[in-house]
């Protein structure tokens, strides 16, 4: 009897609500250590793609007491994932650009879709966040890389100009299309996506289109 083998890809959005409510410890940290440990049990191992947005906000607020804390607990967890042999790859929600801090409480911004960014914030934005792992992560691990990308809520169009950025910095798998989703409200349309089931390398100016020429390849 043969048997087939097929290969499973994990990964896990390591963020707090998309509101800016929340904290570190509740919703990012103790969830990924239930997650790990069970993963070890099992012999399986994750990737992590974690909102580096969300701290790049906080390390501006590190003259807050309680900020910094949720700041310096975001590092331990990337480095506690690290050391217990998980991958960790990079996620933003851009809606964490510009937020305001008032009075306790995160208001963000309501765009939630990078692709929306005019090309400068998004420059700023994934440079700075690729950067910020790197600088995390590479002292203790210096084999360290960021490859893969998680568009926070699928938004990644309008796509020109974006693609070629995460070509730049040395990203090579996003993750995001997904066949004949819609969210009008966000800016995400993948109704035409040419490719249903598998990675392909889309075009630099519409990532719902299939292209021979380099670029990230897109996993479904």
């Not at 306790?104 to 005019?118: A, T």
């Not at 360290?144 to 990308?149: D, I, R, W």
């Not at 989703?181 to 249903?196: I, T």
């Amino acid at each position: 009897m043969n048997k087939k083998k097929f290969l499973l890809l994990i990964e896990d959005d390591c963020e707090v609500m998309g509101n800016g409510l929340g904290n570190v410890m509740e919703h990012q940290f103790l969830p990924s250590l239930m997650m790990m440990e069970l993963a070890q049990k099992y012999n399986v191992k994750m990737t992590f793609m974690v909102d580096v947005a969300h701290q790049l906000t906080l390390r501006r607020h590190l003259d807050d007491h309680k900020l910094r804390i949720q700041s310096e607990l975001w590092d331990d967890m990337v480095l506690l994932m690290k050391s217990m042999g998980f991958d960790v790859q990079l996620h933003l929600h851009p809606q964490w650009v510009g937020s305001k801090y008032k009075d306790g409480n995160f208001l963000l911004d309501s765009n939630w879709n990078v692709g929306r960014c005019d090309h400068q914030t998004q420059r700023m934005l994934i440079t700075q966040a690729v950067a910020y792992l790197q600088y995390l992560i590479r002292p203790t691990f210096p084999d360290y890389s960021v490859h893969s990308f998680k568009a926070g809520s699928w938004g990644m169009q309008p796509s020109a100009g974006l693609l070629e950025l995460f070509n730049e910095v040395g990203i090579s798998i996003l993750m995001g299309p997904r066949d004949g989703m819609v969210l009008p409200h966000w800016g995400v349309n993948y109704e035409s996506l040419e490719e249903k089931d598998l990675p392909y390398q889309p075009d630099s100016e519409d990532i719902t289109k299939i292209s021979k020429t380099k670029s990230p390849f897109c996993v479904l």
